[in-house]
């Protein structure tokens, strides 16, 4: 099964903070756009939410051999699991009711985790250096530490 490449784009000139930090991010792979190029989001958010459940089935420590990464806004979602010998991304309109796959295929889990790791790094960066703080956004930089330094230990 041939493995594609996944990316994660967040676009810092689209960031905004009001309540929330909000700006663009979508998931990219094999040309696929997910959910759409510039979706609109809460990328602090969402990047925690990824980076948790992307590590626990990366480090093992998941029982189940999948995880699902949500967007907050719209019924969007994509799910890694554990397939044979490889990992497999499934992106999903609605994960919670029809199940109906945009796109599937094959990935690579270390990858996928390391795109998501520098999307939040530039996110955590930008919103430094901004003046912005936020809980969220530093339960995101806490996470991104930890683990950028598990995937990452020549950095530390």
């Not at 949500?70 to 044979?84: A, N, Q, T």
């Not at 499934?90 to 919670?96: A, S, T």
Request: proline share 3%; with cysteine.
């Amino acid at each position: 099964m041939r493995k594609h490449s996944a990316s994660v784009f967040v676009s810092l000139a689209s960031l905004h903070k009001g309540g929330n930090i909000t700006g663009e991010i979508w998931l990219e792979v094999a040309g696929f756009a997910f959910p759409e190029r510039r979706w609109s989001d809460f990328p602090v958010i969402i990047l925690g939410w990824w980076l948790d459940a992307l590590f626990k089935l990366w480090s093992g420590k998941k029982k189940r051999i999948e995880c699902l990464c949500l967007f907050m806004d719209g019924p969007y979602g994509f799910e890694v699991s554990g397939e044979k010998d490889a990992y497999v991304l499934r992106c999903y309109r609605d994960p919670f009711d029809t199940r109906e796959c945009e796109w599937e295929g094959a990935i690579s889990l270390t990858n996928l985790l390391r795109q998501v790791l520098d999307a939040a790094s530039i996110i955590i960066k930008e919103c430094r250096r901004q003046g912005w703080a936020t809980k969220d956004l530093e339960a995101l930089e806490s996470r991104w530490v930890y683990m950028d330094g598990v995937l990452n230990p020549q950095s530390v």
